[in-house]
């Protein structure tokens, strides 16, 4: 074999050496990075006995003059878990067992009320006439 034929050999071997040793750096990468993920993601989850207990709480969303309110927020503090009332001014809601819901409308003061030891929560709004003072000149 000639001098030429051994350095063309050398280079194509030296050439399959590195993309051999590129292809086992991707891949030790790849399970390194999955590897850190997986992890990342297990020390994420919480175990179900720091988690407190969700519960159902429903009620009736109304006026002074006892009319449903229709389209009303209802808000655990806190949190963007909501809802709205329906066309009877019904809600229903899974809150944590001591939430404490915001109920709001256009042109009502807006209610705090504590769910603790309580399912079933029916309110009254207020009009807010101090708004209404300001709007009207």
């Known amino acids: 074999m000639n001098k030429t034929m051994k350095i063309i050999k ?3 071997w030296w ?3 590195s993309i051999l ?5 991707s891949v030790f990468l790849l399970v390194c990075t999955y590897t850190s993920f997986a992890r ?3 020390n994420d989850v919480t175990s179900p006995s720091i ?11 109304s006026d002074t003059k006892g009319d449903p309110v229709i389209g009303a927020n209802i808000v655990e503090k806190g949190t963007t878990n909501g809802t709205v009332t329906d066309i009877d001014g019904h809600f229903s809601l899974m ?4 939430a404490i819901l915001q109920i709001s409308f256009i ?10 030891g309580q ?3 029916n309110l009254t709004l207020h009009e807010d006439t101090q708004a209404l003072d300001e709007l009207v000149w």
Not at 51 to 61: A, C, D, L, M, P
Not at 95 to 98: A, R, W
Not at 107 to 116: D, F, H, I, P, R
């Open 40 to 42: 990342d993601i297990s």
């Open 51 to 61: 988690q407190q207990q969700k519960r159902q709480v429903s009620g009736i969303v």
């Open 119 to 121: 399912n079933i929560i």
């Open 10 to 12: 050398l280079s194509q």
């Open 107 to 116: 042109g009502y003061l807006t209610q705090e009320v504590s769910t603790a």
């Open 95 to 98: 809150v944590e067992s001591d």
């Open 15 to 17: 050439r399959a050496k």
């Open 21 to 25: 040793t590129l292809q086992l750096v």
